[in-house]
């Protein structure tokens, strides 16, 4: 599962018995880290550089309290706000892409 956040962009996938949740950059899961009370692991050698365990329940009440905290009116420019245009740019490219699979009513 990959999640954009207005703190960072996470992909989550199970260890077996938990969930490890990995980031490309150590600021995306510093929010997660926070709240499970989990300590960030570099891994320097895999796709995603850090990680971070926590159980099924802990990463639930974490993209719980994330949704609850929205506040904001559009996304893109609350990531700026709280990430900069360097990460924000990224993200842009994204949803742009992500225009194609639009089905074809979409805009009908």
Same mark, same amino acid.
């Given at each position: 599962?990959?999640?954009?956040? =207005? ?10 018995? =938990? ?8 600021? @995306?899961?510093?929010? %997660? ?26 990463? @639930? ?12 009116? =559009?996304?893109?420019? &609350? ?9 924000? &740019?990224? %993200? %842009? ?16």
């Amino acid at each position: 599962m990959w999640i954009f956040t =207005n703190t960072g962009f996470v992909s989550a996938v199970s260890d077996g018995k =938990n969930l490890m949740v990995r980031a490309r950059d150590r600021q @995306s899961l510093e929010p %997660l880290s926070v709240f499970a009370k989990s300590e960030i692991k570099k891994t320097p050698t895999h796709d995603y550089p850090y990680r971070v365990f926590v159980s099924h329940e802990v990463f @639930s009440r974490w993209v719980s309290d994330q949704a609850a905290a929205i506040r904001y009116k =559009n996304f893109k420019s &609350e990531v700026s706000i709280q990430r900069g245009d360097s990460f924000a &740019e990224p %993200l %842009l490219k994204v949803w742009s892409v992500m225009h194609g699979i639009e089905d074809e009513e979409a805009r009908q």
